[in-house]
């Protein structure tokens, strides 16, 4: 038993001893003490006034934010819930993070055009949307309540938006054009907006828009941003240059111009209409007059031709000169025997050799006075 006392005794010594949290040497394979969880990472700002009158310096800092990143700092009246339009916007200012996201300005104190309750607005100007907002007095300037704030949170746009589709074939003969409207929309609100409901309007020229409510489903965290999609439609037909807005609680959100080209296959339908529609109703009418038009009468196998015709008038020249041979003296030896040249071809009455007009008493001029 000595023995064995003996050796656990000069064992402990070669044990290692490690500090515990009390700072009392611990064994090996002791618990240690967690570290704490690092502090949240959000976007944050500090105001080193909390109440400050007009013409007075603010000095605003802030952490959490992007590196090398431009932030705006603006007081805002209302909470902001009305947006930028509760701020003084001329005398805001701008200020870029350091490397590890932080920054520090001073900010002069105005009077917002909206009254208190009023914060210090913090937001990045380019890049994914970030915000924050700090409790801020205004001393002398105006208090009064909060408005209600929409149930379906606080959308504004957060990029240019876009129009995605294109035309077809049935739009070139007069189809409703249709496209696509997409927008980035971010949620400023402290509610999340589930399933908001837009206005989409569309108008031509001097005209006012005419609007169409659709929803989106989806839902649009606080502080948080969404693509939407919505589909936009126009008349049938329509062409020239229109405007495309989305509005939201009574805001519009943003506008894109859209150029709708003229439906050409209507124009050239109306052309052939017009050389079409003439041409088959002159062929009906042609085809009515040849219908109700009377027959015309059989010719009578016993009576003559008409007056123009060959034969007859060679029939009525023998006739005639047979006649007129009868009537007269005999002929002279060597003349020919009835209306026959001398060559044996027929020879029109009315112009026998005895009874042809001479050409001399025809075509003589008389001698004028004194000639010889």
């Given at each position: 038993m000595g023995a064995l006392a003996l050796c656990a005794a000069s064992a402990l010594p070669t044990l290692p001893a490690t500090a515990n949290a009390t700072g009392l040497p611990s064994a090996v394979g002791a618990p240690t003490v967690a570290r704490a969880p690092a502090a949240d990472d959000r976007p944050s700002v500090r105001l080193f006034d909390k109440e400050a009158g007009k013409?007075?310096?603010?000095?605003?800092?802030?952490?959490?934010?992007?590196?090398?990143?431009?932030?705006?700092?603006?007081?805002?009246?209302?909470?902001?819930?009305?947006?930028?339009?509760?701020?003084a916007n001329g005398d805001g200012r701008a200020v870029t993070t350091d490397s590890h996201g932080a920054f520090r300005r001073s900010l002069p104190v105005a009077e917002p055009p909206k009254p208190c309750p009023c914060v210090v607005h913090v937001a990045t100007v380019t890049g994914a949307a970030d915000a924050a907002d700090a409790a801020f007095t205004v001393a002398g300037h105006p208090v009064a309540p909060l408005p209600e704030e929409r149930p379906?949170?606080?959308?504004?746009?957060?990029?240019?938006?876009?129009?995605?589709?294109?035309?077809?074939?049935?739009?070139?003969?007069?189809?409703?054009?249709?496209?696509?409207?997409?927008?980035?929309?971010?949620?400023l609100g402290p509610t999340a907006a589930r399933n908001p409901v837009f206005q989409v309007g569309t108008s031509h020229g001097v005209f006012a828009p005419e609007w169409e409510e659709q929803q989106w489903r989806g839902t649009v965290p606080a502080g948080r941003k969404a693509e939407i999609t919505l589909p936009v439609e126009l008349a049938a037909g329509a062409h020239g240059d229109y405007l495309v807005s989305l509005k939201y609680g009574g805001k519009i959100l943003a506008e894109q111009p859209w150029g709708v080209g003229r439906p050409w296959g209507v124009t050239l339908f109306?052309?052939?209409?017009?050389?079409?529609?003439?041409?088959?109703?002159?062929?009906?009418?042609?085809?009515?007059?040849?219908?109700?038009?009377?027959?015309?009468?059989?010719?009578?196998?016993?009576?003559?031709?008409?007056y123009g015709d060959g034969r007859t008038l060679i029939r009525r020249g023998k006739r005639y000169g047979k006649n007129r041979r009868n009537s007269r003296s005999p002929a002279a030896p060597g003349a020919p025997d009835g209306p026959h040249g001398p060559d044996g071809s027929a020879a029109l009455p009315w112009f026998t050799p005895d009874t042809a007009?001479?050409?001399?008493?025809?075509?003589?001029?008389?001698?004028s006075k004194g000639s010889a």
């Open positions: 013409g007075g310096t603010l000095t605003v800092t802030g952490r959490g934010w992007r590196p090398k990143a431009l932030l705006t700092l603006l007081i805002c009246g209302q909470n902001m819930i009305g947006g930028t339009n509760a701020c379906g949170g606080r959308l504004t746009a957060l990029a240019p938006p876009r129009l995605t589709g294109s035309s077809g074939l049935l739009n070139w003969f007069g189809a409703p054009p249709q496209r696509r409207l997409t927008v980035t929309v971010g949620n109306w052309v052939l209409l017009c050389l079409v529609v003439p041409t088959a109703v002159f062929r009906i009418g042609m085809a009515v007059v040849e219908r109700v038009r009377p027959a015309r009468a059989a010719p009578d196998r016993h009576r003559p031709a008409a007009p001479s050409t001399t008493t025809s075509t003589e001029r008389p001698t």
